[in-house]
């Protein structure tokens, strides 16, 4: 019974990329590519090795994947991606170019959104404020 619980366990991945290919996304809604090989096995954004999903799938992809091969580089994915929120990622993304870069940020800029709200900046001073008392 062991071992049939461990086959399971490394097809899962397999199983939720074939799952996360099958997803119909709604044109608005603000997609990451997950490598299915992820970088630290030399994996790149070719379109045979790419799923597009949403944050919470990308963070799923990588738990799953820890789950199937126990790699670190996944696990560290995985923590690193639980610490985030989905603004919080996006906003990183704009400015680190890997996501939306320009495109992302010209477009805040315009609506006015996240860094060039004036009520975000308000609420984030807000929240570093009271994380200090």
């Not at 126990?70 to 993304?93: H, N």
Request: net charge positive.
């Amino acid at each position: 019974m062991e071992n049939q619980f461990q086959n399971q366990e490394f097809y899962i991945y397999d199983q939720y990329i074939a799952y996360l290919r099958s997803i119909k996304h709604d044109p608005q809604e603000k997609l990451e590519k997950h490598r299915i090989i992820p970088r630290h096995q030399n994996g790149t954004y070719t379109e045979s090795n790419v799923v597009l999903c949403s944050f919470k799938h990308h963070t799923l992809a990588h738990f799953y994947r820890y789950l199937s091969f126990k790699q670190k580089g996944d696990l560290i994915a995985y923590t690193f991606m639980c610490c985030q929120t989905e603004e919080g990622r996006l906003l990183m993304a704009c400015y680190a170019g890997q996501i939306g870069g320009k495109m992302t940020n010209k477009k805040n800029k315009v609506n006015k959104a996240f860094f060039y709200s004036v009520e975000w900046q308000k609420n984030l001073v807000t929240k570093m404020v009271e994380s200090e008392i």
